[in-house]
Antibody, heavy 122, light 107 residues
Framework: QVQLVESGGGLVKPGGSLRLSCAASGFTFSDYYMSWIRQAPGKGLEWVSYISSSGSTIYYADSVKGRFTISRDNAKNSLYLQMNSLRAEDTAVYYC???????????????WGQGTLVTVSS | SYELTQPPSVSVSPGQTARITCSGDALPKQYAYWYQQKPGQAPVLVIYKDSERPSGIPERFSGSSSGTTVTLTISGVQAEDEADYYCQSADSSGTVVFGGGTKLTVL
């Protein structure tokens, strides 16, 4: 069965950096677009970033563009999110999700991990 | 920026029908998707492409679309359906957008 397991969350000071990882299993990882989606405490869902199956095409939400970098290692079935210049408003649970991507309609997310909490605070 | 509008809350008695709406100007041209999220858990896809139901999702969950509004309908609501529900779609450039979420309370 499809499993997505995030790790790497924690407490970081404003301006700091953190790298999240997502280990995938139960499907052919290299066949799928992947995404990061976040949820601030008590708030709704916010899409963060997409990466194509090969890693050659990447999209970011305006709120993280220039600060976050998504990447993947298909040999290791792993997805990553490098987060730099972190702000208090980046505090959230970060979910890794498998995507059924569409260039015209944005696509959707059929499997989600359990999430990892990132807290940005001094 | 593009927004999807959902009611903050919907309440229904067990066995009744719950309808959760999601409005957005681009919905006539874009598919909508629905996710269920229970406290402390990750979201689960319950409807895709407006009205398709993934395998494993009970038949009481259905979706429909009319103009700028899409609706998630839960027929014969059960206590276990109490959760937050989020619609998702995309703007005209294909950027993913989520609605603000609706808390479904089963009385």
């Amino acid at each position: 069965q499809v499993q997505l397991v995030e790790s790497g969350g924690g407490l970081v000071k404003p301006g700091g950096s953190l790298r999240l990882s997502c280990a995938a299993s139960g499907f052919t990882f290299s066949d799928y677009y992947m995404s990061w989606i976040r949820q601030a405490p008590g708030k709704g869902l916010e899409w963060v970033s997409y990466i194509s199956s090969s890693g050659s095409t990447i999209y970011y939400a305006d709120s993280v563009k220039g600060r976050f970098t998504i990447s993947r290692d298909n040999a290791k079935n792993s997805l990553y999110l490098q987060m730099n210049s972190l702000r208090a408003e980046d505090t959230a649970v970060y979910y890794c999700a498998r995507a059924e991507y569409s260039s015209s309609s944005g696509g959707y997310f059929d499997y989600w991990g359990q999430g990892t909490l990132v807290t940005v605070s001094s | 920026s593009y927004e999807l509008t959902q009611p903050p809350s919907v309440s229904v008695s067990p066995g009744q029908t719950a309808r959760i709406t999601c409005s957005g100007d681009a919905l006539p041209k874009q598919y909508a998707y629905w996710y269920q999220q229970k406290p402390g858990q990750a979201p689960v896809l319950v409807i895709y492409k407006d009205s398709e139901r993934p395998s494993g999702i009970p038949e009481r969950f259905s979706g429909s679309s009319s103009g700028t509004t899409v609706t998630l309908t839960i027929s014969g609501v059960q206590a276990e359906d109490e959760a937050d529900y989020y619609c998702q779609s995309a703007d005209s450039s294909g950027t993913v957008v989520f609605g603000g979420g609706t808390k479904l309370t089963v009385l």
